[in-house]
């Protein structure tokens, strides 16, 4: 008698299918990692899932992360999972694990520690070797990387100002196309950290150049989000009219009261670019607040002058953990120091491993770039081991689904899950993912449209969401009756 002709069949739901066409009842087979078929569906299978009143979605790709160490560190990841998330694009914002030399791990360990996590030993040096060191620490979660230009120029010529001298630009080149010959998706950069606000244009437009020999793109956290985000977004779009590559723009926003509502007039000076040729996306999250390290904003101990202590919170710290949950002002207190000597002193004490929240952003400007076509959802989460991370580690993508798909509406339901699926990879180049179709990788999602939410908050963000029930990486569920569970599903990825 014959055996079961799949391996597991997800039956009666309502396919999301990823292209953004309407949604249709249709069962879902899977065999062999890949998916077997899609329709009304007779054979049998060894395992079964009653999706009947739910909605079956390609697994969401993350396009902005920072999981680099966190693949393995924590391979479970279950804050990535529990959300549906099946790959992670990581290497954003320039800064990244590879490739490594003792420069590099020095300036790993006085700072960058804190935002991607702490590094055991640094046994690699290339970009092969930490894309072999992932798989060998078999994460839950495909994984897909982004050359980081930041890492990259530390390696070529450490914190030097100005613009890199031929032997040194030779030398990024080499890495970058080291970096595309493992299966980099491009070249990332973060124009407000250090060492990337040391560049100039020319520097960036020769290394991408490279990336356009394979067909890659450049992503890029841009040089001000705040009164010259215009110029920003310029910068951006001329780097990659000139290289000839497409143009990522990291988390789309416009940072500081003052400069609320400037994505009116960001957002068609990149619908200009793509009328003219140039092939310009971006990402948001869907959030007001933005997080990142706090000496990218206070250098010195001073923060931008437009920005109020108040709105500072602490995330995470490296030691003296009662400061996490705090404000800048209320640490100041603790202190008893004024503001900027208050934070000079946090950061030479927690060896400048300190993130932080900044609630800087305007509700009309996130809607306003989330409804754009051409943006996809990218978490930007910062997986810190400790502390009160930014909520959208954990809640990004039900978010999207929840309150701005079911309860604002501003996108449908379909129209929101090809912004997290098939728009990622086709942009990307993720090969055979990004759809529910024949002969795809079987990353999938089972979720309730009606139920879904985030659960996190800034006091308690590591809180699963809710309405998600079955994940699947690869054919293989890594989240089951709502509960994540360490499968070393996972692959790296390589562009197509």
Not at 363 to 376: A, I, N, S, W, Y
Request: charged share 25%.
């Amino acid at each position: 008698m014959a055996g079961p002709s799949y391996d597991l069949l997800i039956r009666g739901g309502r396919v999301v299918d990823g292209t953004g066409a309407a949604p249709r009842q249709a069962d879902v087979a899977v065999s062999e990692g890949r998916i077997a078929a899609v329709g009304q569906i007779e054979g049998a299978a060894r395992r079964e899932i009653d999706a009947s009143g739910l909605a079956v979605a390609p697994g969401f790709i993350d396009v902005h992360c920072h999981d680099d160490i966190a693949l393995l560190n924590t391979p479970i990841l279950d804050f990535k999972t529990a959300q549906g998330v099946t790959t992670l694009v990581c290497g954003n914002c320039g800064l990244g694990a590879t490739p490594a030399n003792e420069q590099f791990e020095q300036f790993y360990a006085r700072g960058t520690e804190g935002v991607l996590g702490p590094v055991r030993e640094f046994t690699w040096r290339s970009h092969q070797e930490f894309y072999d060191t992932v798989r060998a620490a078999g994460p839950a979660a495909n994984a897909a990387f982004l050359a980081a230009h930041g890492t990259i120029r530390i390696v070529a010529m450490g914190l030097e100002r100005g613009p890199p001298d031929d032997t040194q630009l030779a030398a990024m080149k080499d890495h970058v196309r080291e970096a595309m010959d493992a299966g980099a998706l491009g070249l990332s950069t973060g124009l407000i950290y250090l060492p990337g606000a040391f560049s100039q244009t020319e520097e960036l437009i020769e290394l991408a150049r490279v990336v356009a020999e394979y067909g890659g793109l450049y992503v890029s956290h841009i040089r001000n989000e705040g009164a010259g985000l215009l110029d920003a977004v310029g910068e951006a779009i001329r780097i990659g009219e000139e290289a000839g590559v497409p143009v990522q723009i990291s988390h789309h926003k416009a940072s500081g009261r003052a400069n609320f509502g400037l994505t009116a007039q960001s957002l068609p000076l990149i619908d200009e670019a793509r009328a003219r040729g140039v092939e310009v996306t971006m990402d948001v999250y869907p959030y007001t607040a933005a997080s990142t390290a706090l000496v990218a904003i206070a250098r010195g101990g001073r923060l931008a002058a437009e920005m109020d202590p108040h709105d500072v919170l602490v995330a995470s710290v490296k030691h003296q953990h009662e400061y996490e949950g705090k404000r800048l002002d209320e640490i100041a207190a603790m202190m008893d120091l004024p503001v900027e000597d208050a934070t000079r002193r946090l950061l030479r004490e927690e060896e400048n491993a300190v993130v932080a929240v900044m609630f800087v952003m305007d509700e009309g400007d996130v809607q306003r770039v989330l409804q754009h076509p051409h943006c996809m959802i990218g978490s930007d989460g910062l997986p810190s081991p400790t502390g009160k991370p930014h909520p959208r580690l954990y809640g990004t993508f039900p978010r999207v689904l929840g309150r701005y798909v079911r309860d604002e509406g501003l996108l449908s339901l379909e129209e929101g899950v090809r912004r997290m699926t098939s728009l990622p990879a086709q942009t990307f180049g993720l090969a055979e993912r990004g759809e529910v179709r024949e002969g795809y990788w079987a990353d999938l999602v089972v979720f309730d449209p009606d139920a879904i939410a985030d659960t996190g908050t800034y006091e308690d963000p590591r809180q699963y969401p809710l309405g998600i029930s079955h994940v699947l990486v690869n054919g293989q569920l890594v989240v089951e009756d709502a509960k994540p569970k360490h499968v070393p599903a996972g692959q790296v990825l390589a562009r197509a």
